[in-house]
């Protein structure tokens, strides 16, 4: 379980003990980018949205789609 002001995110928990069940890579000066079988997005307002495979998590905090990516990390001088 991931979680950040603006969503909790639940990963699929069913895989075999010799594969991970997530991948997270921090990309410099981009996004979280998240690879894994399934996972649930758990927003504040009970709402869920499922995600699978893959899909990157926004860490400049400028994003439109919050939290997930949009790219604005690209123009807006994110640096971390």
Not at 42 to 56: A, C, L, M, Q, R
Not at 61 to 75: E, N
Request: proline share 6%; hydrophobic share 30%; charged share 25%.
């Amino acid at each position: 379980q991931v979680r950040t002001p603006d969503c909790t995110v639940e990963l699929e928990k069913d895989m075999p003990m010799d594969q991970p069940s997530v991948k997270v890579t921090i990309i410099a000066n981009g996004a979280a980018k998240v690879e894994c079988a399934k996972a649930e997005v758990h927003f504040p307002d009970g709402s869920i949205v499922v995600k699978e495979n893959k899909f990157s998590l926004c860490r400049c905090g400028q994003s439109s789609g919050k939290p997930f990516c949009d790219g604005t990390h690209k123009t807006c001088g994110f640096v971390g």
